[in-house]
Structure formats: structure tokens, C-alpha cells
């Protein structure tokens, strides 16, 4: 699926703004008026827009609706309705006719409406649910329960730790393409100069279009063309795309059929990824992770897409020295994507398969009774594997994504783990045309020699918290345990990589301790200086990505204290000290080399 841009042939039209929004009562019919509407601005998360518990916590349905104009050149080809994301299942109507419906809070989808709209004014309404299941990435349950004097209340319990968000989070647009219309590009490129490409594209004509194809560079010059819907272009002397210097090619393609002609310009980098050994080569060379886990969180937009918040992010993480991040846990919006690739900011992109684990729970909601398998329990294969297909064809191109995270902390020490995700690897590395690595980012009770996921990933990616949620207090016990797995790690798998994709130590800001105590800034700055010294001790080791880049927000329970504290930036992005620590430290440290 296209991003959707405007070209000489394409015409994007914005449906962001305020629409009308109202909660939904179970059984109510999607064709019925609103009941009680207030206004709702898309994209963003309708839990923190008004001082309303029943709307933040709400659970199930709501529904938004606005009106669109379509003028006469809009229907003069295909007219599209887009979505960038929508928590978490949704169904589409245009003038009353369902014109989609989707499963999956945080990829696009789209749906071609010419034959449901008229001239001038038209109807749009989008009815939004929220429930998380065994069946849904990510995994919740929902639960019904009895209270003295209240009745049954319905809750949905998460078996992640971040809100659940919910609602219109990301762009809605409308677009037109001719008849026949360029519906995929798919790029391959190598250092050598080699672009391999494969154009797909749509349409009634039964005859194949004529499809032209250039490559540009930075400046706009084209530095290779060619004809043909697949085939392979040389650059002479190419600039590769690298860490900190994201220089990004575009791939125009025409296509042509009865004097119609349908364009497009896909952005691209130039460059490579291998795992070889215990290393992590970009273009060869040995690099090393500096970054964090994120999520995709700010005050008032919630879970919404903000794209000042993204350019503050990464602004702050250059200042910082950061070389990358992962979508921790899901998908981000396409818009963070691609200024990551024209930042030259390295992103491990991660599937929304979080929670896959019926026996441990970061929230502490569902039970840990340690009796349930979870892979006999959970029923999100088909969904698992959709939203795999959907995401590699989604974020293929993009030079930054240089890892395919299948999951986080599942069940992986418990049997049919490895049946459970043999196939998902397998089918990631066919998807994908540039072969990039794939992993399985997995938890504590996962170890070495119980880890069934292992031998299936290309990098082993392990989140770890000793000296935080046990041996509270003693940093220095947590790094020895640390330490101690991480070689255990290394001589179970000598040829992988390895890497911790989390660490850290909540820190409210403001509080201070001297000696340092839990929950201070001091303890945190320890804990990961700490880390620290483990990781430089190991030769075989790739990277570390701190958990989190700043506060965000979770649901309620005696862990938290408005939300996660382990952002080394607070929600509203302001630096505790921590964030000088990292800066420090990554500033000194070269992206390649720093352990080749």
C-alpha cells in the first residue's frame, strides 16, 4: 500500500480536523444517530481529551462522523478513502453503506468509494472498538465483574504495560489515481549500484500498461532508467544511506495505458544489512545499537499520531548521540518511518504481538499462576501472520527498518513456542526482499537454555531489569546476574549477535537521594551506568537500547504512579539525569567499530 502523496496524476485531500465523536452502547445500531455528540479532533486517542473517566477508560464502541465534499474531478478516476491507523477493529460507512472494515490498531488500510459518494456533500462515519482479546494483537481480556452495589462491570485487561488507547489514531485522507494505477513498488537495492525493482500495478483494462521507470537523486538528477515492470537498474558510484546521514534516492515510475498515465515517487536508501558472526554490519561495517525503546505517547494526543513530537524526538535523540530506536510495541505511523530514513535513524520495527503470555504479566492484572500454556490458549496466529504481511509490505523500502521484531516477551521458554513462531520467521524472511535479519525480543524467565525462540532469530534481543523489579536496590547484584546471562547467552549461541532491548529504573522526576534509593534520579542514572560496564566487558555484544525515551502513560495499578517512569525524559520531554548520562556516553561512542 502506497503512501499516499500528490503527483501529477494524484490529488490527496486532508480529512484531519474536528469531527463529531460519541461513546456507544452495546447493541446500538451503526445507521443511528449520535447520541449526545461532542466534538473529537482526528488523528489522536479519545481517552485524555476531556476530563471524562467514563471516555478515558471506556470500553467497546464509539463512534466519529463528519461530512467531505467530492467534486466533478474527483471521480474522474478511482477516489480512495484511507486510514493510517484505528484502534483497534473498524468499520467503515460512506452515505451508509459499509465501505470497510478492519482488524489491527496500527497499520493502514484503505477502501475505493467511487461508487458510494455523489456530488458535493457525503457522509462518513467510523465506528472505532477498543476490545483487546486472545484473538488480538496486542492480547487482553476481557472480563465481567460483579460489585457490591454497582452490578457487573465490564473491564478489558491488558496484558501489556502501556495504556490501551483507542480511537482514529492517525491520518485520514481521500485520494484519486487513474483507472489503471500504480498499486505497489518494490526496491531492492545494493551497494554495487544495483537497484532491483518490481512494479505492480490495478485496473479493468485486461492490457498490460507500459511502465517507464528512473531513479533520481538528493538533487532531483536522474542517475538511472529503465522500462519494464521489474528489472534491474545500475547507480554509478552510489551514495549509500548510513546511520546519521540518511541520503535517500526516489524511484519515479510512470505508468501508462490509453493515454492515462499514473505516477509515483518512492523514496529509498542505498544500503546493507548483515548479520555475520556476532556482528551487525550496515554497509559492511560493524555497528552498534545506541537508543531506546519508545512509544508512540504524548500528553493529549495519547497513542494520535504528533508529528511535532516525532521531530522533537529526534532532535532530542541526536542531541543525545542516539543512533536508533525500536517501534516498541507495534508499528509506528508511517509519517515517524519516514523521517527516520531521511534522518539517518536506524529503527528495529516491531510487530504488535505483545502480550503472548498467559503466565507473566508486566501489569501485574491477569494471573501468574504458571499453569497455562499459553500457545494452547491464545488464538492470534491468522492475525499474527496478517499483520506480518501487511507490515512488510508497508515498510520494505525504507532503508532505516533494518530488523523485523516478530514479538515481545512471549511464552518462549514454554512448549510450542517454537511451532508457534517457526513459521512467522520463515514467512518474514520470505516476504522481505532484502532478506534483513528477524528476532524475537523475549523476557527474564526466558533463559538460555530454555529460550525456544533462539535458535529461530538471527539476533538475540533480550530485555532485562535486574536491580530493578528484583534485587531491589543492589545495581550491583542485578549486573552481576546480568553479566553472568549475558555469557551464558554467548556460549549457548556462539554465531548470533546479542543485544538488550530494555533496561532501566523507574525515576520520578524531581526526586533525589543521596546515597541513591528507588524511584530517585540518582538510582536511575546508576542502574544504567551500571549496565554499562557489563556491556563493555563483552566483545560479542551489539547494542543497547534503554527502556524508555521518556514517561508514557499505562493503565492503573499499585506499579505505577501515573504511568511508566523509566522515560530518561519526562512525558513533556524534559531531561532528567539520566539523559546527560546517556549523552556522555553515546557521544563517545562510534556508531561502527566500537566493537568490530
Not at 449526545?36 to 467497546?60: E, K, Q, S, T
Not at 499474527?384 to 507490515?391: A, P
Amino acid at each position: 500500500m502506497l503512501y499516499p502523496i500528490n503527483t501529477p496524476s494524484r490529488m490527496v485531500f486532508d480529512l484531519n480536523g474536528v469531527w463529531q465523536f460519541s461513546l456507544r452502547r452495546p447493541g446500538e445500531p451503526d445507521d443511528g444517530p449520535l447520541q449526545d455528540p461532542r466534538p473529537m479532533p482526528v488523528p489522536a486517542a479519545y481517552n485524555d481529551i476531556y476530563p471524562d473517566a467514563a471516555l478515558r477508560d471506556h470500553v467497546g464502541e464509539a463512534a466519529y462522523e463528519r461530512t467531505f465534499t467530492v467534486s466533478a474531478p474527483m471521480l474522474a478516476g478511482r477516489l480512495v478513502l484511507r486510514f493510517g491507523g484505528v484502534a483497534h477493529r473498524a468499520r467503515v460507512y460512506v452515505n451508509g453503506a459499509l465501505a470497510a472494515e478492519h482488524l489491527g490498531g496500527f497499520l493502514p488500510f484503505e477502501a475505493e468509494i467511487g461508487s458510494l459518494v455523489r456530488l458535493g456533500e457525503n457522509t462518513l462515519r467510523v465506528i472505532a472498538d477498543n476490545t483487546l482479546t486472545l484473538e488480538t494483537l496486542p492480547v487482553g481480556r476481557l472480563v465481567e465483574t460483579e460489585y457490591p452495589g454497582l452490578g457487573r462491570v465490564r473491564e478489558n485487561l491488558p496484558n501489556f504495560d502501556f495504556f490501551n488507547y483507542a480511537g482514529i489514531l492517525r491520518p485520514v485522507v481521500l485520494y484519486t489515481t487513474p483507472e489503471t494505477y500504480i498499486s505497489r513498488i518494490r526496491v531492492d537495492p545494493h551497494t554495487d549500484g544495483r537497484v532491483e525493482y518490481q512494479v505492480e500495478w490495478g485496473g479493468t483494462g485486461e492490457a498490460a500498461p507500459e511502465i517507464g521507470v528512473e531513479v533520481r537523486n538528493a538533487q532531483g538528477d536522474t542517475v538511472a532508467a529503465g522500462t519494464g515492470a521489474g528489472g534491474v537498474l545500475r547507480v554509478k558510484d552510489p551514495i549509500l544511506w548510513e546511520p546519521g546521514a540518511g541520503y535517500l534516492y526516489r524511484l519515479a515510475v510512470r505508468c501508462r495505458l490509453d493515454g492515462a498515465e499514473d505516477r509515483y515517487e518512492l523514496p529509498f536508501g542505498i544500503r546493507s544489512v548483515e548479520v555475520r558472526g556476532t556482528q551487525f554490519l550496515i554497509n559492511g561495517k560493524p555497528f552498534y545499537f545506541k537508543g531506546f525503546g519508545k512509544h508512540e505517547d504524548s500528553c493529549i494526543h495519547g497513542q494520535g499520531l504528533d508529528e511535532a513530537v516525532n521531530v522533537k524526538d529526534l532532535a532530542l535523540m541526536d542531541w543525545m548521540g542516539a543512533n536508533s530506536l525500536r517501534t516498541s510495541h507495534y508499528p509506528y505511523a508511517e509519517e515517524m518511518l519516514r523521517l527516520c530514513d531521511a534522518q539517518g535513524v536506524v529503527v528495529i520495527d516491531e510487530l504488535p504481538a505483545v502480550g503472548l503470555h498467559a503466565n507473566f504479566v508486566a501489569t501485574g492484572l491477569l494471573d501468574k499462576n504458571g499453569t497455562v500454556n499459553t500457545w494452547e490458549q491464545v488464538k492470534t496466529t491468522p492475525h499474527h501472520r496478517e499483520v506480518l504481511e501487511k507490515l512488510v509490505e508497508r515498510d520494505e523500502h525504507y532503508a532505516c527498518v533494518v530488523m523485523w521484531s516478530i514479538a515481545n516477551e512471549p511464552a518462549a521458554e514454554e512448549e510450542g513456542a517454537a511451532e508457534y513462531f517457526a513459521p512467522l520467521c520463515a514467512l518474514a524472511r520470505e516476504l522481505d526482499r532484502q532478506r534483513r535479519p528477524v528476532t524475537i525480543v523475549t523476557y527474564e524467565g526466558c533463559a538460555p537454555d530454555t529460550c525456544k525462540a533462539a535458535p529461530l532469530v538471527d539476533v538475540l534481543c533480550v530485555n532485562r531489569y535486574f536491580g530493578w523489579y528484583n534485587y531491589c536496590g543492589r545495581v550491583d547484584a542485578g549486573a552481576a546476574v546480568l553479566e553472568d546471562e549475558l555469557r551464558r547467552w554467548h556460549e549457548k549461541y556462539p554465531d548470533k549477535p546479542l543485544m538488550v532491548c530494555e533496561y532501566g529504573a523507574d525515576a520520578v522526576a524531581g526526586v533525589h537521594s543521596l546515597p541513591s534509593v528507588m524511584f530517585s534520579e540518582e538510582y536511575q542514572a546508576e542502574f544504567l551506568d551500571t549496565y554499562h560496564k557489563v556491556f563493555d566487558a563483552l566483545p560479542f555484544f551489539v547494542g543497547e537500547q534503554v527502556w524508555n525515551f521518556a514517561d508514557f502513560a499505562t493503565a492503573q495499578n499499585a506499579m505505577r504512579v501515573q504511568g511508566n517512569k523509566k522515560g530518561v525524559f519526562t512525558r513533556d520531554r524534559q531531561p532528567k539525569a539520566a539523559a546527560f548520562l546517556l549523552r556522555r556516553r553515546w557521544r563517545a561512542i562510534p556508531d561502527f567499530g566500537y566493537k568490530g
